[in-house]
């Protein structure tokens, strides 16, 4: 989803929810690698993407959350991985 704040700037929001664990949990970094390449070739359009991973169900939160993900990827700064309450604060605070 794509979600404009209030100086008008888009961000690209992607949200994924697991209930309970499961091995599916690679799909994160490959859609924070993903989102990066949309944000990249915008031009501008996106300032930012963001996947929020929401539920109980996320074993490796704090890996994927955290340093860990972020330094793997080439273009961190185009995209963060945030729990639901972290993305929700940031947004009631307007600091997307």
């Known amino acids: 989803m794509v979600a404009q704040d209030s100086r008008g700037r888009c961000h690209v929001i992607a949200v994924r929810f697991r209930s309970v664990p499961s091995a599916a949990e690679d799909v994160v970094p490959y859609?924070?690698?993903c989102l990066a390449d949309v944000v990249q070739r915008s031009r501008g359009r996106y300032e930012r993407a963001y996947v929020v991973l929401a539920g109980e169900g996320w074993g490796m939160r704090s890996?994927?959350?955290?340093?860990?993900?972020?330094d793997c990827l080439a273009d961190s700064e185009a995209v963060d991985v945030l729990s639901l309450d972290s993305f929700a604060l940031r947004a009631a605070h307007g600091r997307l």
């Open 63 to 70: 890996f994927l959350c955290g340093a860990g993900l972020r």
């Open 31 to 33: 859609e924070a690698i």
